[in-house]
């Protein structure tokens, strides 16, 4: 795929060329089955079965309406039975198969009458982990600004596979004084996915922009740079718009995005800190991500390109 380059004077790139499906169908179809399983684990997978069960069995009887001796209905139905529950049973084990891979390890690293120990510290390390997706979903994480690269890239850019798009309100010079460890980040996403299609929209004010412009000539011209050279399209939407959007999408008036399509957005709440950003996460379903989602395209649809250096 060739990268994405955008000069002053080009049109926007169409949504489409953007906003497609995420690849990996079999990945999606796992991962649907997964947020139908997690609600009711036994039920959903003892449902199942029983389907499959009823629809071999239906299955049988017409193509053999001859009704089968005792012993042989019971080895028939046996195995009809184990395979039925085989099978929901397979598509989880498929579907958390990194994960599982992960505890194993842990679990076999070490002898094995330490195996239950381990596995009991598994299961606390997972449920505080629940409880720190709650939080980052709800009241999020206060991080400075020497740790939010770092964060973002081993949560985000490290493990997604979607289309990233990002709404940033930092003026040029300032982005890379802060974020040059999560510009690497990025080009490591683009390398490892192969996705030369991502998207930054500038929110600053306009004015702010052309004075850093002036000020600092050569890191603006580096940030245009970088974005060329790693098929990042850059674009521009004066601040005033960008709030007044965030403001329609109820998004409380924040206007600094990260989103990786299909998968998770993260919020960066300044809130007047200049030190420190809160970190809020919401994935594909969730309320915020859909408000995200809008509030970006709508940026996009009204996007300029940043002029060149």
């Not at 007044?244 to 007047?272: F, M, N, P, T």
């Not at 996460?281 to 309320?287: E, K, L, M, R, T």
Request: aromatic fraction near 8%.
């Amino acid at each position: 795929m060739p990268a994405a380059r955008l000069e002053p004077g080009q049109p926007v790139p169409p949504l489409a060329d953007i906003y497609g499906e995420p690849p990996g169908r079999i990945d999606r179809a796992l991962n649907r089955w997964i947020t139908i399983v997690r609600g009711h684990i036994v039920g959903v997978h003892l449902a199942t079965a029983l389907i499959i069960t009823g629809g071999v069995n239906l299955v049988l009887l017409v193509a053999h309406p001859r009704w089968p001796q005792a012993l042989e209905t019971i080895g028939t139905e046996s195995l009809i039975v184990l395979v039925s529950l085989a099978f929901p049973v397979s598509l989880t084990l498929a579907a958390l198969r990194g994960e599982l891979r992960a505890i194993l390890a842990l679990v076999a690293d070490g002898p094995a009458p330490a195996a239950p120990v381990l596995l009991r510290f598994v299961g606390e390390e997972l449920w505080e982990l629940q409880e720190i997706v709650g939080d980052l979903k709800t009241q999020g994480v206060l991080l400075d600004q020497t740790g939010i690269s770092e964060w973002v890239r081993r949560r985000c850019f490290v493990v997604t596979r979607g289309r990233y798009l990002a709404s940033d309100s930092c003026i040029p010079s300032l982005f890379l004084d802060r974020y040059r460890e999560l510009m690497a980040a990025h080009a490591e996403y683009v390398d490892r996915t192969g996705l030369t299609d991502s998207v930054r929209i500038n929110v600053a004010a306009i004015s702010e922009i052309e004075q850093d412009r002036q000020e600092r000539p050569a890191e603006y011209k580096e940030y245009l740079r970088w974005h060329r050279e790693h098929g990042v399209v850059l674009l521009h939407v004066d601040k005033a718009t960008a709030i007044r959007l965030a403001s329609k999408h109820r998004l409380a008036q924040v206007i600094d995005w990260s989103l990786w399509l299909g998968e998770v957005a993260l919020s960066w709440d300044y809130g007047g800190d200049a030190d420190g950003v809160r970190m809020r996460v919401c994935f594909i379903g969730d309320h915020n991500y859909r408000r995200c989602y809008s509030f970006l395209r709508e940026l996009l649809q009204r996007a300029q390109p940043l002029d060149g250096d």
